[in-house]
């Protein structure tokens, strides 16, 4: 199994982020990142890595980036080393796969979830009002229902601590009506034009978030795109409303969490190294079915 890559220094560049999963570098017009292999749950990094984990989730969202070009703009500008610069260029064996060069863009920030199905916590939150986000939902809905409609749950993009569900309305209120509108529109779009093809291949997309920016005023997506860490893939096959689903996505490594007394707050836990293979073996099985490419 491939060594898996924790964290990246790249000395005679200028680190201007390390986030979660990724590190970031200003190359004054544009930006570097780099996908690692680290994995979070629950906002807090675990201390193991998952091998292949970032290269997946590089190339899974260059695949659907370029699937959706039509809809719309992204930030990327190439994912070929020999286009990064000079001084870049010597780290290929360790960027190879899992970096990418991006047109800077003013974030928007709001984490733009589309729902098709009842799920995370969108299933938590109609337990207890019957609606998620503002949204009224039909009654006697159980977990994992295909919903009516997708629908757009938007929330806060907290640097600490756990995103907050809002409202529609509020979401206006934080980044005004027509671009709140605008977003919404695409982030629907988007989501039931990825539906329809992964269901194609056998593949239901429960739910995933989108982020995007602004470039001169132009709406682009940013960061990641329908990947195993924002998005949960079921098999339509298996797919059984009324419990949990047998999920291609890191919902596997949350459930596993979820049974150790633990209370979501760092330091967090050792992953077990089975956890750790069938975690990798599942985000390698989603990559080549959506794709039909292997890693």
Same mark, same amino acid.
């Given at each position: 199994?491939?060594?898996?890559?924790?964290?990246?220094?790249?000395?005679?560049l200028r680190?201007?982020?390390?986030?979660?999963?990724?590190?970031?570098?200003?190359?004054?017009?544009?930006?570097?990142?780099?996908?690692?292999?680290r994995?979070?749950?629950?906002?807090?990094?675990?201390?193991?890595?998952?091998p292949?984990?970032?290269i997946?989730?590089?190339?899974?969202?260059?695949?659907?980036?370029?699937?959706?070009?039509?809809?719309?703009?992204?930030?990327?500008?190439s994912?070929?080393?020999?286009?990064?610069?000079?001084?870049?260029?010597k780290?290929?064996?360790?960027?190879?796969?899992?970096?990418?060069?991006?047109? #800077? @863009?003013?974030?928007v920030?709001?984490?733009?979830? *589309? =729902?098709? /199905? +009842?799920?995370?916590?969108? $299933?938590?939150?109609?337990?207890?009002?019957?609606?998620?986000?503002g949204?009224?939902?039909?009654?006697?809905?159980?977990?994992?229902?295909?919903?009516?409609?997708p629908?757009?749950?938007?929330?806060?993009?907290?640097?600490?601590?756990?995103?907050?569900?809002?409202?529609?309305?509020?979401?206006?209120?934080?980044?005004?009506?027509?671009?709140?509108?605008?977003?919404?529109?695409?982030?629907?779009?988007?989501?039931?034009?990825?539906?329809?093809?992964?269901?194609s291949?056998?593949?239901?997309?429960?739910?995933?978030?989108?982020e995007?920016?602004?470039?001169?005023?132009r709406?682009?997506?940013?960061?990641?795109?329908?990947?195993?860490?924002?998005?949960?893939?079921?098999?339509?096959?298996?797919?059984?409303?009324g #419990? @949990?689903q047998?999920?291609m996505?890191?919902?596997? *490594? =949350?459930? /596993? +969490?979820?049974?150790?007394? $633990?209370?979501?707050?760092?330091?967090?836990?050792?992953?077990?190294?089975?956890i750790?293979?069938?975690?990798?073996?599942?985000?390698?099985?989603?990559?080549?079915?959506?794709?039909?490419?292997?890693?």
């Amino acid at each position: 199994m491939k060594t898996p890559l924790i964290k990246v220094e790249i000395e005679e560049l200028r680190l201007f982020k390390r986030g979660k999963v990724r590190d970031i570098y200003d190359l004054g017009d544009s930006l570097l990142i780099i996908s690692t292999d680290r994995i979070s749950c629950f906002d807090v990094v675990l201390p193991n890595p998952v091998p292949y984990k970032g290269i997946i989730l590089n190339q899974i969202s260059l695949f659907w980036f370029d699937f959706m070009k039509d809809l719309c703009e992204n930030h990327i500008i190439s994912s070929s080393i020999e286009d990064f610069p000079s001084e870049v260029r010597k780290y290929k064996d360790i960027l190879e796969g899992r970096s990418v060069l991006v047109k #800077k @863009a003013k974030l928007v920030p709001i984490e733009c979830v *589309v =729902r098709g /199905y +009842l799920a995370g916590s969108g $299933w938590k939150e109609y337990q207890k009002k019957g609606s998620i986000c503002g949204i009224k939902l039909p009654e006697g809905l159980k977990h994992a229902d295909r919903l009516p409609e997708p629908i757009f749950t938007p929330a806060t993009k907290e640097e600490e601590g756990h995103d907050i569900n809002i409202t529609f309305e509020e979401m206006e209120e934080r980044v005004g009506k027509e671009l709140a509108e605008k977003i919404r529109k695409k982030s629907i779009e988007i989501y039931k034009k990825a539906s329809e093809y992964a269901e194609s291949r056998g593949i239901i997309i429960s739910d995933t978030k989108f982020e995007f920016g602004l470039i001169d005023g132009r709406l682009v997506l940013v960061d990641e795109l329908l990947t195993p860490d924002s998005s949960r893939f079921w098999f339509r096959e298996r797919y059984s409303p009324g #419990k @949990a689903q047998f999920s291609m996505d890191k919902q596997f *490594v =949350r459930d /596993y +969490l979820e049974t150790l007394n $633990w209370d979501k707050t760092p330091p967090a836990p050792v992953l077990p190294e089975d956890i750790i293979e069938e975690t990798s073996k599942r985000y390698r099985e989603i990559y080549k079915i959506l794709t039909g490419k292997e890693i």
